[in-house]
């Protein structure tokens, strides 16, 4: 029963690694480990048939765990596939140094890790098949001193035999790279005779540009007395028939075990990398247009959103739908009404060339995902085009039919921020383009002019918000999990209209930091939280204050000169300053961010990663910046008591966490179930709207002096 043993420190990651290999075969046996020292251990007393290991690990990364296992002889030949989120180029090649096999991209794809994880499995069970079969034929060497000169050469020939009988492509070369042995398949498959390949150069057998990457491959085994394997190749036959192998080399020893040589063996699988190629262009496209399918633009608007979280321009979906398409299909046919489709697909096919992505969706349903745009004037030149493109008949048979195309386009993240909310939306502003005659495109806001009055409006107003000092601050209490003392707030920050009434940070931030106000406006907040923590601190009441910072605020580098003067004027107390940052802003510059977080603590103030867990950073990333706190984000607190896999990322954090020394605070609790669960799993402190929901200063006075009321009278809240 072949085992296949999984590393990985995350949990939730060795659970998820664990069911894609379970679908490898049946019968499989799977051994996972959090910790690589464990799988040593293991593997000390046991031999696998393929490992897969995450990179990056606290305790040892994967080349250090690699090189461990490839010192051990038993497990010289043992597939290895390393997974890691990483692009660089230098963690491969760490990787591949220290004897890894393959790679994956996390998030790992569950197709390509069964389909590459059975080929390695299968290329493992070739080299067993035929290590057991020299390791028979080398015991009947031994059975008489008296026929030894004869058992050998019957060995040998046996040897050969079976070596040629097996349909791998088989061959052995010298240190000088020169055949000392191929096996009939491989001579077959090159329409050579085995006897006349002897003692050639491989360049001159397989051809200059593949025979010099075979010998540099074969130098570097030789090199390092170490196997090389599961490499993908691609061979051309006598007839120009291009062939897909799995290479593995391994060193050829002599009696003093020194290495003399290279063998390698090609397991063709070209018919398995068609399949796979096959199906992966059905599920991902159209069968009637060739154009990506409805699966694969959803995975494109993914990608898209997540640029966009990322600091990257907007983009916009623009959904068409053929105008009077079911008068075409009724007067001519489906056959008729299917080539305009194809048609309609080539004309926009165009757009591509423009950095566009085009889909089909279904029926006479189109998208086009239109990147990196900078205004809506490119968004509305765009859809003109779509339309453009069905001014002119389409020429069928039996003869010309007119179409038009109804467009309607949402924007990101304007009109919305997932990809379920921009189709919505799209598709609203496709039908009003509908209603209003077709052959026209729609925005799902209000037209262009509109749109751009409101946004001119909005800039103005902010600015005079900000020359006037508009913007007051709101406090959303913070708990000890154990007491539910009030022992800090977040400084939360509110516009106060003309007319009284407030206005949440999601109506306008985001348009004051593309507009260059951001920095004032975080200067400010910054100020009168300090201002308000030094007026509680003086009234007996020192409450930890909690002000979040901006990527704009990191730029320049004087964030920690300015928050020491704030300190000084407002005569605020250090030790009750909390400065809150997201993952992304901590991945924005690394080494800026890190530098000038370490002279904000040298001050005395602490620091918290906000929303920790829905940034792109890895986990091992958080240990190179200097924090206090980890607030674990309200997304996986909402659903913490129905969705395990949200529990388990909780106590993930929770562990990671103490591992760093940090308090670990939880968002959006909204209930007192959730509070009970965030306690026991070791959360120290909880915020959101059970415990009180963001109010102005005077109420978190009266807040505090109410629960310790009610402590004092032997009760939590």
């Given at each position: ?5 999984i ?11 664990s069911?894609?290999?379970e ?8 051994v996972t ?9 293991w593997?000390?007393q ?6 897969v290991t ?15 296992i490839?010192?051990d ?6 597939p290895?596939?390393v ?8 963690f491969?090649l760490?990787a ?8 994956l ?6 197709r ?21 079969r020299?390791?028979t034929?080398?015991?009947?060497l ?6 030894l000169e ?12 079976v ?13 000088k ?6 096996n009939?398949y ?19 057998v ?14 570097a ?7 090389i394997g599961?490499i ?18 391994t ?15 090609a397991?063709d699988?070209?018919?398995r990398k ?9 599920a991902?496209?159209?069968?009637l247009t ?22 990257e ?14 008068a ?30 085009v889909?089909r969706?279904g ?32 020429t ?23 990809p379920?909310e ?8 496709m ?16 037209d262009?002019?509109l749109?751009a ?5 909005l800039?103005?107003e902010?600015?005079?918000a ?17 007491s ?8 939360l ?16 931030l985001?348009r ?5 106000l951001m ?7 910054l ?19 909690s ?6 605020q ?6 920690p ?8 004027e407002?005569?605020?107390d250090?030790?009750l300053?909390d400065?809150e940052?997201?993952?992304?802003t ?14 904000i ?10 929303d ?10 958080v ?6 706190r ?19 990322i ?19 609790v ?11 799993a070791?959360?120290?402190e ?11 200063a ?18 939590k809240?």
């Amino acid at each position: 029963m072949p085992t296949v043993v999984i590393v990985d420190d995350q949990i939730t990651n060795q659970k998820i690694f664990s069911r894609m290999a379970e679908a490898i075969e049946d019968g499989l046996d799977v051994v996972t480990f959090g910790d690589p020292a464990a799988a040593l251990d293991w593997l000390n007393q046991n031999v696998p048939d393929l490992i897969v290991t995450d990179y990056q690990m606290p305790a040892m990364n994967g080349a250090a765990f690699i090189r461990r296992i490839r010192a051990d002889r038993r497990l010289a030949d043992v597939p290895v596939v390393v997974i890691t989120v990483f692009e660089e180029r230098s963690f491969r090649l760490n990787a591949l140094d220290a004897g890894a096999t393959d790679f994956l991209q996390s998030p790992v794809d569950h197709r390509e890790f069964v389909t590459r994880a059975r080929n390695l499995l299968k290329l493992r069970r070739q080299q067993l098949e035929l290590a057991g079969r020299a390791d028979t034929l080398e015991r009947r060497l031994v059975r008489s001193e008296k026929t030894l000169e004869r058992a050998i050469r019957d060995s040998s020939e046996r040897l050969a035999q079976v070596i040629d009988a097996v349909p791998t492509l088989i061959c052995a070369t010298d240190v000088k790279g020169r055949i000392l042995f191929a096996n009939a398949y491989l001579a077959r498959f090159l329409g050579l005779d085995p006897a006349s390949m002897v003692r050639r150069p491989m360049r001159e057998v397989l051809g200059e540009e593949t025979g010099s990457a075979a010998e540099a491959l074969d130098a570097a085994v030789i090199e390092k007395g170490e196997a090389i394997g599961n490499i993908e190749w691609e061979l051309s036959d006598p007839s120009g028939g291009r062939h897909w192998f799995v290479v593995a080399k391994t060193p050829l020893r002599d009696a003093f075990d020194r290495t003399i040589g290279v063998v390698t063996t090609a397991l063709d699988i070209t018919d398995r990398k068609a399949t796979e190629t096959h199906l992966h262009y059905i599920a991902h496209n159209d069968a009637l247009t060739g154009l990506p399918n409805r699966t694969a633009l959803i995975a494109r608007l993914r990608m898209e959103v997540a640029r966009g979280r990322r600091g990257e321009r907007s983009f916009a979906l623009h959904l068409i739908d053929l105008d009077d398409f079911k008068a075409v299909n009724d007067a001519h046919g489906h056959a008729v009404g299917d080539r305009l489709l194809v048609r309609a697909a080539e004309r926009m096919r165009h757009l591509v060339d423009d950095g566009a992505f085009v889909s089909r969706l279904g029926g006479d349903e189109f998208a086009v995902v239109q990147a990196n745009v900078g205004c809506t004037e490119e968004v509305a030149e765009m859809a003109t085009r779509i339309c453009r493109l069905f001014d002119e008949p389409f020429t069928l048979t039996p003869g010309p039919v007119q179409t038009s195309a109804s467009v309607g386009t949402a924007i990101h993240p304007t009109d919305g921020t997932d990809p379920e909310e921009l189709f919505r939306y799209a598709d609203l502003a496709m039908y009003r383009a509908k209603e209003s005659g077709g052959a026209q495109f729609r925005f799902y806001a209000a037209d262009m002019k509109l749109r751009a009055q409101q946004t001119a409006t909005l800039d103005a107003e902010l600015r005079h918000a900000v020359e006037n000092d508009e913007f007051e601050l709101h406090y959303q209490p913070q708990v000890d999990a154990e007491s539910h003392r009030v022992v800090g707030v977040e400084a939360l920050i509110r516009w106060r209209l003309a007319d009284g009434s407030l206005r949440g940070p999601g109506a306008f931030l985001q348009r004051a930091e593309a507009i260059g106000l951001m920095l004032p406006i975080n200067t400010a907040v910054l100020e009168k939280a300090c201002r308000q923590q030094a007026a509680w601190r003086d009234a007996g009441l020192p409450l930890r204050v909690s002000v979040n910072l901006s990527p704009v605020q990191f730029r320049g580098g004087a964030l920690p000169l300015q928050v020491a003067r704030i300190l000084a004027e407002t005569g605020a107390d250090a030790g009750l300053l909390d400065l809150e940052l997201t993952e992304t802003t901590m991945m924005e510059d690394l080494a800026v961010v890190a530098d000038q977080l370490a002279e904000i603590r040298a001050l005395g103030v602490s620091i918290s990663i906000d929303d920790f867990g829905t940034g792109f950073s890895s986990l091992s990333y958080v240990k190179r910046f200097p924090a206090d706190r980890l607030k674990i984000d309200q997304s996986f607190v909402r659903d913490v008591l129905k969705n395990p896999a949200d529990a388990a990322i909780v106590r993930t954090v929770v562990t990671l966490g103490a591992s760093f020394g940090m308090t670990v605070v939880a968002e959006g609790v909204e209930t007192a179930r959730q509070a009970v669960f965030l306690a026991e799993a070791g959360c120290a402190e909880l915020q959101g709207y059970h415990f009180g929901r963001p109010m102005p200063a005077d109420d978190i006075e009266r807040l505090v002096a109410a629960r310790a009321q009610r402590q004092r009278a032997g009760g939590k809240r």
